[in-house]
């Protein structure tokens, strides 16, 4: 069974950075691409971003626009969450998981085989 799985969390001073890893483990499957979810105590899970396979294109939740980058390591199986300039409103859960269908990259129906998460925390 393929699984991906999330690392790099941990805690963090607002204004700085974090770098988290997606990586796929058990084999490959097809997919369309990869996208960056995030759940906040108390609140549903919400779309940060994606990476589109095809061209390479990235979309962007406008909360995290310009300060959140996604790209790719083909070679390693590895999708990267890199975050700036980090807010308190970061605070979540973050999850990846695989764009199975072709449809809108917002759409988490659109999403399977999720990861475990891996926590943020961003003090004031």
């Known amino acids: 069974q393929v699984q991906l799985v999330e690392s790099g969390g941990g805690l963090v001073q607002a204004g700085g950075s974090l770098r988290l890893s997606c990586r796929a483990s058990g084999g490959t499957f097809p997919s369309y691409g990869r996208g960056w979810f995030r759940q906040a105590p108390g609140k549903e899970r919400e779309f940060v971003g994606s990476?589109?396979?095809?061209?390479?294109?990235?979309s962007y939740a406008d909360s995290v626009k310009g300060r959140f980058t996604i790209s790719r390591d083909s070679a390693a199986n590895t999708v990267y969450l890199q975050m700036n300039s980090l807010k308190p409103e970061d605070t979540a859960v973050y999850y990846c998981?695989?764009?199975?269908?072709?449809?809108?990259?917002?759409?988490?129906?659109?999403?399977?085989?999720w990861g475990q998460g891996t926590q943020v925390t961003v003090s004031s």
């Open positions: 998981a695989a764009r199975r269908r072709a449809g809108p990259t917002m759409v988490q129906n659109n999403y399977a085989n």
């Open positions: 990476i589109s396979w095809s061209d390479g294109s990235t």
